[in-house]
């Protein structure tokens, strides 16, 4: 059977930018996009609007065009799920079981469904976090991405499935914007750069996060889905790591370029959030499996950032 892929969630940050590289490599219609919301962009087709936790639609729209593997983005994220708690919990798990079970069932082949950095709480060593260590997270978005790991991990030994997985860390882009999550500040301050804006920031100068470029995490991801299977010995979730930095040492490296630029501190809620995740994260194990690399750094990322942002 030829490839075709579903993305789920295709509105969203990381699925705007993962329909446009997956129709690069694979064509225009091997790849459906699928959100909740109606597109309204025809360069978006082919589209399908989907609510990921209406089972029989799911099942329709995955028979009708001959799916083969399904990429899930569909999620609340770290500070939504905080102010949403039942909801996060119902989508987050929901939507994955509809999707396992498709390929339990043998209607699909390969699933694709991220975990975060979330997935680690106050307890786990911070620096370098291992691939396997203490997981006590403190939020609800990171007690449904550990159950999700979880799960996926139960489908793969028990049912055979080949579901693949990243935890992502921070994504930073400049063609999407991030929705409802904590690292959310890291996009957010490159439109004040560019505005001239005083920028806000909703966490302590000093709280170091791990970081990606979007176009690191989208080969991530697509390199993860075309690894040989046998590659693939992790089916949790695969630690990957971009770059790490604080509040403070990313306004730096803008007023290299924008001197003027102002920075206050205003933690809020998400301090707490932030405060229980690693600052940075061992992905030696995705390196070795599949060979996974980053190419970006903080310097690389915020020159694209500041040339590209448009406001
Ligand atoms: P996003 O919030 O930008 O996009 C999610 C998309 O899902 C939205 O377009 C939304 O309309 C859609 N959606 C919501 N409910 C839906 C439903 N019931 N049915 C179908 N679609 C629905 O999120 P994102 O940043 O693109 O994240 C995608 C995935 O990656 C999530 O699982 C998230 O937890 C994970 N992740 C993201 C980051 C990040 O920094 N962006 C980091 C770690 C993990
Ligand atoms: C969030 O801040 O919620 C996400 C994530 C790290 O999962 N960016």
Redesign the pocket.
């Known amino acids: 059977m030829s490839k075709k892929i579903l993305v789920?969630?295709?509105?969203?940050?990381?699925?705007?930018e993962l329909v446009i590289e997956l129709r690069n490599r694979f064509g225009r219609d091997a790849v459906i996009a699928?959100?909740?919301?109606s597109s309204g962009d025809p360069m978006v087709e082919p589209f399908e609007q989907?609510?990921?936790?209406?089972g029989d639609q799911l099942n329709k729209i995955v028979k009708q065009h001959g799916i083969t593997e399904v990429y899930?983005?569909?999620?609340?994220?770290?500070a939504?799920a905080e102010q949403k708690p039942q909801l996060a919990w119902d989508?987050?798990m929901q939507?994955l079981f509809n999707v396992l079970n498709l390929a339990k069932d043998g209607v699909i082949e390969k699933v694709f469904?991220?975990?975060?950095?979330?997935v680690f709480g106050p307890s786990t060593p911070k620096i370098n976090t291992p691939q396997v260590t203490i997981m006590e997270p403190t939020t609800v978005?990171g007690i449904s991405?550990l159950a999700g790991e979880r799960w996926c991990d139960y489908y793969a030994r028990k049912y055979d499935v080949d579901v693949r997985s990243?935890?992502?860390?921070?994504?930073?882009s400049y063609k999407?914007?991030?929705?409802?999550?904590t690292?959310?500040y890291a996009v957010d301050i490159f439109y004040s750069a560019k505005k001239r804006e005083k920028f806000t920031c909703f966490l302590k100068k000093d709280t170091a996060l791990p970081m990606?470029y979007m176009e690191d995490?989208i080969r991530a991801t697509i390199d993860l889905m075309e690894a040989p299977k046998e590659n693939v010995l992790i089916r949790s979730s695969y630690n990957i790591a971009g770059m790490t930095f604080t509040p403070e040492e990313i306004y730096a490296v803008i007023i290299n370029s924008v001197p003027d630029f102002e920075i206050e501190y205003k933690p809020d809620f998400r301090q707490e959030i932030a405060s229980s995740w690693p600052a940075s994260i061992d992905d030696s194990r995705a390196s070795k499996d599949w060979g996974w690399q980053a190419k970006h750094d903080l310097n690389s990322l915020a020159q694209i950032m500041l040339d590209n942002v448009s406001v």
């Open positions: 789920v969630g295709s509105s969203g940050q990381i699925g705007t699928s959100d909740i919301r989907l609510d990921i936790m209406n899930l983005l569909a999620a609340l994220l770290s939504t989508l987050n939507g469904w991220p975990s975060s950095i979330a978005y991405k990243l935890r992502y860390p921070g994504l930073i999407s914007l991030p929705g409802g999550g690292t959310d990606m995490a």
